[in-house]
């Protein structure tokens, strides 16, 4: 099988002939895409081991953009079930080969810090199309760190009243479309906890097969804190309760959290019990785990807090030790926590302002990861970042107007992960793809293995 052969990690002149073949099935049928992406590649990947890196990625991007297009494919084909099929296999050992190669190279220390893959890239994506949905698109596999996907919203619920169907499975094609590989799911409950690793484990069936790659995280929201004293069986079985989900999900939990201070909406949890049960998370969770950190940090105060304890347990935790997601804090703030090896999350919420844009100018490149916290900090006309964005979407105003194939106003979505980009590279003045790049990177190393 493909995805087995690509677990041996292929000689370049090997994943060369598979993608001819591959090449080849897809011609005679007449409905594949994007033949000059897998032309170019045919003509880049024997070059070098480390442009073959690139070219896996991009090819397995443009793989989930035709397997999507497939399944929607009005006209009848005989071949239309195999072809699918040969669409997820490759695709799968593309990511095999990928990940694969990313070892190998990190190993013997081959691989170059970032002049040979940009520029194996570019060679690649000259040939390619634009984005239906925007301009000046990269095609970096990109990473949401943080999305709500259990949130009501995605099932077609507002404020507990049902507006339209269930569209999840829709939401999560629409950002493999826009080259979305990885979606985190964020947990903020136990019982979130244990349904979110459901849902990535659905994400690994079939019926997921248009979907990005989902992994997820395990803990407990600050403001959901009150639940470690109302677990019937109390506080430390609750914990327990917490590690053994995140045990049962390997491979799946990438992360403990959403977890940290929130002094902001101190009505739904009291300090003190926040700062007992965060401090409990990084003891009986973080640390055994082996598991970096999905901070949630409201208010400077919370900072100083926040601080304080990850100081005192740093050497409990792994390196990296995880992100501070949705930051819209000050510059004084972010290097403290990158002082102790935190990456620094950015969505909608961390772009409000020209105070925030100029924090986000001034953050090392090398330490932003980027999320969407859908369905939540969307990027709105108000924003000071929307001046920056590029790719539009179709979309009704209101959810009880609901339509399939659009997205609702103000209902963040992962595709729009595309526009965080857009922000960040236009407000810093730097490219993309160099940007989607460095952060590729960046994501790798905190979540993923890097």
Request: proline content about 5%.
């Amino acid at each position: 099988m493909f995805a087995q052969s690509c677990s041996h990690f292929w000689s370049p002149e090997a994943m060369s002939s598979h993608l001819g073949g591959f090449m080849g099935t897809y011609r005679q049928m007449s409905i594949f895409r994007y033949p000059h992406v897998l032309k170019s590649a045919l003509q880049t990947v024997t070059l070098r081991n480390e442009k073959s890196i690139i070219v896996a990625e991009v090819v397995s991007v443009h793989l989930g953009f035709e397997r999507h297009a497939l399944t929607r494919h009005e006209t009848r084909q005989p071949n239309m079930s195999a072809s699918c099929a040969l669409a997820d296999e490759m695709a799968r050992g593309l990511q095999r080969y990928v990940g694969g190669r990313r070892a190998s190279a990190a190993a013997s220390g081959a691989r170059s810090s970032g002049q040979v893959c940009p520029k194996a890239a570019s060679e690649v994506l000259a040939m390619s199309s634009q984005s239906s949905v925007g301009g000046k698109k990269s095609f970096t596999p990109l990473v949401d760190i943080g999305a709500n996907m259990l949130d009501p919203m995605f099932q077609g619920e507002y404020r507990e009243k049902s507006r339209h169907p269930a569209d999840l499975p829709a939401v999560l094609s629409r950002a493999l479309e826009v080259g979305v590989s990885k979606i985190m799911v964020t947990a903020g409950s136990l019982k979130e906890s244990l349904d979110a690793s459901a849902l990535c484990r659905r994400g690994r069936d079939a019926e997921g097969s248009t979907w990005p790659r989902l992994f997820c995280t395990v803990g407990v929201h600050p403001t959901r804190c009150n639940e470690f004293d109302e677990a019937a069986a109390g506080p430390e079985t609750h914990l327990n309760d917490l590690l053994a989900a995140a045990k049962g999900a390997p491979g799946v939990c990438v992360a403990v959290g959403e977890c940290g201070l929130d002094y902001d909406r101190l009505e739904f949890c009291p300090r003190d019990v926040q700062l007992k049960y965060f401090e409990l998370q990084l003891t009986g969770l973080a640390a055994p785990l082996g598991l970096p950190l999905f901070l949630h940090c409201r208010t400077s105060e919370a900072a100083t807090d926040l601080l304080s304890l990850l100081s005192k347990h740093r050497a409990s935790l792994p390196t990296p030790p995880g992100v501070v997601h949705s930051f819209d804090g000050s510059l004084e703030d972010a290097n403290k926590f990158m002082a102790l090896g935190f990456f620094i999350g950015l969505n909608g919420c961390s772009l409000k302002t020209e105070d925030n844009l100029e924090v986000v100018r001034q953050l090392p490149e090398d330490r932003i990861l980027l999320e969407t916290d859908a369905p939540w900090c969307g990027i709105k006309a108000s924003h000071a970042g929307h001046k920056f964005v590029e790719s539009k979407w179709d979309e009704v105003k209101k959810p009880e107007k609901w339509e399939a194939g659009k997205t609702v106003k103000d209902r963040c979505e992962p595709c729009q992960l595309r526009q965080v980009l857009e922000v960040i590279s236009g407000c810093r003045g730097v490219d993309q793809e160099t940007l989607a790049r460095a952060v590729q990177r960046s994501t790798d190393l905190a979540f993923f293995g890097g």
